[in-house]
């Protein structure tokens, strides 16, 4: 930013014991120049019209509307695909949380002293999270075949780069001062890592593991949409069929779900924090 | 000397029979969860698609991912980023009435509790549910998927915000009062030096998150990235999404690092 400060003159005052003061020249102009340009861009690539949006939002209200109210019979063909998806988060999450500790171990550069293993890890982390949870589920659904596993496969992956990575982070936080102290007295690495590092960071690691399962349980709910089983594929079909009625009903039957799963999953966080 | 070690260790609880229930109830949980690994069927021919992925990635389409035209990987990263910023943008001008109205220091109780429900019902619809309802109203393409992601941003950018209006310190306001400060002074001087940083840092977080959002939203018809890759994929051309992959690959790493940096110059100057 030295550039905008040589363009702009610092306003310098004289205070009264004679000291020199400056204040740089504000930046507000500069960042409402750049967030316009921004603005203009979007707008100019996207087609965004406020016109169309304000002459066409009955469209949106209208389908809302024949949502309700919902059909509440409907819920007996709902609820075995919703408990199919919570399955399909439930264990996703499980092993992807399981698998995340040995390669956050990996990554972390206090425990694991080797800069080439940590950024391999690191690397194979970040890859895996770049992917979209729906593109790798398609991706499994073609490896895989249609169905739950191609699902709970999506899951797992998204579950493991997530939690690995936030582990991996606050590993390297910890107090080494007890693991050093076992380490001296002539234990082992793990032994030491099992004693003095895991009771540090296993509070963290289960909250961030249930964190992912309640985001899960909400985003496999659209995994259907590409053939991957769980509550989405109805959905879709619902949607493509119009019984809008229906659609109304799996929404709310999701959201029921996500109630109670959040719920008791903050109070179980918070309990653990 | 070791007694009194004995006589410590012997006062730890013992978390034996907490740690047996947990594992007991997770196993039961899992068991129970086992059904969704029935659908799995794997071919041959699974493995060969696998192969094909990686190989495409390895050998991506060139003239795909250099081109500058319409279909070109950048320009299909504009339309992204372009997407998920206005997306962010719009969801912010929404969320910040909503998030003043839902907080328990501005508005009283019962008021609370009617908008925080509203805010986790439109916060329980996917997104890809929003992106066909808007495809209604905007016709297919990257207008759809900004409104998407406008409503979708909602629910986050307003959790946050709340959390951030109730640390609201009330003495600042309180002093400019004695002051004699007009209402003008009191938010421009009192309320914006409080909120503006972690507002903002909220909203770039938020455009990183809908960036990976708006990967997706092709799915629907509501443009960026996705549609493409879709396409490529159920024709089975590797090598374009092999391009893609690359593409998005690097979007989301670079804007993550950005938004990282971005976010930590702003938090702590």
Redesign the interface.
Known sequence: MSWYDKLFEAESFTLENGKQVSQKFTRVPLIIFLLLVGIVVSVWVTGFSVVTLFTNFVGFWKILASMFPPKLPYFMQVWRPLLMTIQMSFFGSFFGALVALPFAILAASNITNNRLINLVVRFILTVVRTIPTLVSALIATYIFGLGTFAGTVAIFLFSFSFVGKQLFEYMETVDMGAFEALTATGANTSRAFVTTILPQVLPTYLSTALFAFEGNVRYAAILGYVGAGGIGMILNEKIGWREFQSVGMILLSIFIAVVIIETVSQQLRKYLS | MSQKLEAVLSKEPRRGLQYGVTIII?LI??A????????????SK??E??WN?LSGIFTPDTSLLFGLGDSGVAYLI??T???A??GT?VGAIIAVPLSFISATNIVPKPVVIVTRVII??I???????YG???I???GP???A???TLAIVSIGMISKLFIETIEDLDSGILESLDAFGSTLFQKIRYGILPQLGSDFISILVYRFDMNL?EA??LG??GA?GI?AP??FA?NAYHWHQVGAI?IG??IL??VVEILSDKLRQKILHG
Do not use: D, E, K, Y
């Open positions: 997770l949980l899992l129970s969860s086992a059904p969704v690994l029935s659908g799995a069927h794997i071919t699974g493995f698609i696998g992925i504009l339309q980023i372009a997407i910023f206005l943008l986790m019902a916060r329980t619809v996917p997104s890809l549910v066909l309802m808007f209604r109203v905007t393409g990257p207008f998927g900004v409104m990976r990967t997706i799915l629907v443009g996705g890759m879709i994929l992959l998005l690959f989301v790493f």
